[in-house]
């Protein structure tokens, strides 16, 4: 294992293997603290934030974290970003960061969660911990009775619009409503998920988001729910203590 590792999710274990016995710590361990990041943060600011925490998990100075926030309107590039994927440059601001994938937009409406977990009190395992989130985010959506499903040749979590034209003969339309990437350091984890509440899904037309062409994206508000963050960060915190343990508000 690398001393600092970013993980593209291209390959994920079946969901009984990820969830037989959760993501559990071991016993003995401290619940998850439980943030929530009021109005926009920045982003340079949430990266700096979460590389000192995650070194004070490292070293047993401070507990595991979940960091959710929203942030103003800003391009992210992945470590697998093509640049032609960057169809307006100069539209928002834009980063590099050392999260795993390509270019995915944040911004506000939509709930970026951050989680700082140390796997090697978990499972030092990195596609089952992708894949956990994934199931994290399907249940969530499944409170809200919006199916999300996995997709073996596209990463995140998708919604079938039956509903829109098909994009190929034979091949219905499906949007993606949550992002997924993430890095890790000395077997803690960084960066998360990103799940669409009610972003202005326009501003997806700067980027092809996550490299993938030919579809869309949608929120819970687009898919007719009405939804504010509040309902959902509780639906995330009670789906996230299902999978990986109990959580404490910090």
């Known amino acids: 294992m690398a ?30 603290e439980w943030a929530i ?16 925490r995650v070194a004070a998990i490292a070293e047993g100075r401070a507990a595991e974290r979940v960091w ?10 992945g470590t697998s970003a093509d640049a032609a994927d960057l169809l307006q ?7 590099s960061t050392g999260r795993g994938g390509e270019f995915t937009y944040h911004g506000p409406g939509q709930r970026v969660a951050y989680a700082m977990l140390d796997l090697t009190r978990r499972r030092q395992d ?16 499944w409170e809200h009775h919006v199916r999300g499903e996995r ?29 997924i990437g993430i890095r890790v ?6 960066h998360g998920i990103a799940l669409n509440v009610e972003p202005d899904l326009s501003h997806f037309g700067g980027i092809v988001p996550c490299g993938i062409r030919g579809y869309g994206v949608t929120s819970l508000v687009d898919l007719g729910l009405p ?24």
């Open 3 to 32: 001393a600092d590792s970013s993980l593209e999710p291209t390959t994920r274990p079946d969901r009984d293997h990820v969830l037989s016995g959760g993501f559990f710590a071991k016993a003995g361990s401290p619940p998850v």
């Open 37 to 52: 990041a009021e109005g926009l943060t920045p982003y340079e600011a949430a990266v700096t934030e979460m590389e000192e």
């Open 68 to 77: 959710l926030v929203e942030h103003p309107p800003l391009y992210t590039a």
């Open 89 to 95: 440059p100069d539209r928002f601001p834009v980063f």
């Open 126 to 141: 990195l596609r089952a911990y992708v894949a956990a989130l994934e199931q994290w985010i399907i249940d969530s959506l």
């Open 151 to 179: 997709r073996e040749d596209r990463v995140g979590v998708w919604v079938r619009r039956p509903e829109k034209p098909e994009i190929a003969p034979g091949v219905g339309a499906e949007d993606k409503i949550a992002a």
């Open 185 to 190: 350091r000395k077997w803690v984890t960084f």
């Open 227 to 250: 939804v504010v963050m509040t309902d959902v960060d509780v639906v995330l915190r009670r789906r996230f203590e299902a999978i990986f343990g109990p959580t404490v508000a910090a």
